[in-house]
């Protein structure tokens, strides 16, 4: 039995301001149709009532027409989260490899995110120079952008 990565879901408050976040932010590209999915047998599947959800997916860049996407849902009824923690338990963070982490913390800093710690370099042994910052966006997900100077991970 073989397995393909298909997408991640991040649940929104607002799926087109964040969708319009990841387009203009990192050159996301939303993949048509738009969802407007609702009915039994969305309740069945996700084991609520009267589950009501409105998104889009968006290719991530840098793999081409068939790469997988950011699968960016609204739920007409969804619980609200806690504050952004990098030691929290399950998915953590999404990832992007960037050019200049410094430019596009301000990048997303200008599109209403925000960092989360700081913006650090570091040498790590038989990889190469790392320089990375966890940053939010507007939503306060926590994302991660990422620089390597000889040889990336």
């Not at 609702?38 to 081409?64: F, Q």
């Not at 030691?87 to 925000?114: I, N, P, T």
Request: aromatic share 10%; hydrophobic share 40%.
């Amino acid at each position: 039995m073989q397995a393909r990565y298909v997408h991640t879901n991040l649940v929104a408050r607002d799926w087109q301001r964040l969708s319009a976040f990841y387009v203009h932010v990192f050159g996301c590209v939303p993949v048509p149709p738009e969802r407007h999915l609702s009915g039994e047998w969305l309740d069945r599947a996700t084991a609520l009532n009267s589950a009501h959800i409105d998104g889009v997916h968006l290719r991530l860049p840098g793999y081409g027409e068939d790469g997988p996407t950011l699968e960016v849902f609204q739920y007409s009824s969804a619980e609200a989260g806690g504050a952004p923690v990098a030691s929290r338990q399950g998915y953590g963070h999404l990832a992007f490899e960037v050019d200049d982490v410094v430019a596009m913390a301000d990048v997303v800093v200008r599109h209403g995110g925000g960092l989360l710690g700081e913006i650090v370099t570091r040498q790590i042994p038989g990889a190469g120079n790392l320089t990375f910052a966890y940053v939010l966006d507007p939503e306060s997900n926590i994302v991660e952008i990422q620089s390597w100077e000889s040889g990336k991970v």
